[in-house]
Nanobody, 115 residues
Framework: QVQLVESGGGLVQPGGSLSVSCAASGSMFSIYAMGWYRQAPGKQRELVASMTNGGRTNYADSVKGRFTISWDSAKNTVWLQMNSLKPEDTAVYYC?????????WGQGTQVTVSS
């Protein structure tokens, strides 16, 4: 089992920056990717960014150039740095950890972009 705890969400003005982090614990062996998803009210959960243990990253088109994912496997922590935030980035952000056949989820952290 893997436990994921997100932190760092909050309220930020449009154009601002925010960083969210995810602390992982438990059996992290064979976890080959970690990522961030988000879900806005009335919408499906969508991938924001992911990173493999080999360092390969993948970003949603809507966040490319604005968001950066990083993963420190020694600290079992993954971050999402979000810059130039827009109101449409408002959502609950979820951390995920992937092992073959299994996807673990955190409880989510709210990010609200509003003036």
């Amino acid at each position: 089992q893997v436990q994921l705890v997100e932190s760092g969400g909050g309220l930020v003005q449009p154009g601002g920056s925010l960083s969210v982090s995810c602390a992982a614990s438990g059996s992290m062996f064979s976890i080959y990717a970690m990522g961030w998803y988000r879900q806005a009210p009335g919408k499906q959960r969508e991938l924001v960014a992911s990173m493999t243990n080999g360092g390969r990253t993948n970003y949603a088109d809507s966040v490319k150039g604005r968001f950066t994912i990083s993963w420190d496997s020694a600290k079992n922590t993954v971050w999402l740095q979000m810059n130039s935030l827009k109101p449409e980035d408002t959502a609950v952000y979820y951390c995920s950890a992937v092992r073959t056949g299994v996807n673990y989820w955190g409880q989510g952290t709210q990010v609200t972009v509003s003036s």
